[in-house]
């Protein structure tokens, strides 16, 4: 499992160096009001992660979606804006505020990066197919290497405008295979630790 940054290979061993970040996208209180996650480990290894990652000397990015819509749970200021227990950013670590699915739109995440020569992200959080995907997808369009920790990223069901009903973990799987190998590696939680 060898993510390409130009024409430098890293590996997941590697992970916890200076040239990677974890990115953890959109964990916030709102989405316990969206159903069950199609991962109910998701916590739990949301946990871990960053447990682990806390012991290196890799960067940890938390990025939040601040909603501009009326009423919306994810607004600034509401509750449901608040990160989740599992992932409360801790003294000095990134917090990156966005307003859209893409981490890299409208903010200063990529010259960020750039500045603390930053290759390599290792992405997890919400959801699987709208912010984790359209991020990773955006991230490997600038060039950085990515890998998606799977099984610390989430979907939830949803209805499409036909009426059909896709539940959340056939939405995760579709979403992790139209990423892999062409926008990023897939691991897993145990993968990313057990080198450590």
Known sequence: ???????????????????????????????????????PDLEANLAELLACWRGGNGHIVHVRHFSRSPGSRRRAGQPGAEFK??????????????HMDSAFVDTDLEAWLRRHGVGHLVVAGVTT?????TTVRHGSCLGFSLSVVADACA???LEDAAGRAWSGEALHRA??????????????????????
């Not at 892999?180 to 057990?194: F, K």
């Open 155 to 157: 979907c939830f069901s």
């Open 129 to 133: 197919g709208h912010a984790v995907s």
């Open 175 to 196: 979403s992790l295979a139209l990423l892999s190998g062409r926008y990023a590696t897939i691991a897993s939680t145990h993968e990313v630790v057990q080198y450590f």
């Open 85 to 98: 227990d599992c992932v409360t950013p801790a003294q000095g670590e990134r917090v990156l505020t966005k």
């Open 1 to 39: 499992m060898t993510p390409r940054y130009g024409t430098t290979s890293l590996r997941l061993c590697d992970a916890r160096d200076e040239s990677a970040a974890l990115v953890i996208i959109d964990m916030q209180r709102a989405i316990d009001g969206w159903g069950e996650p199609s991962n």
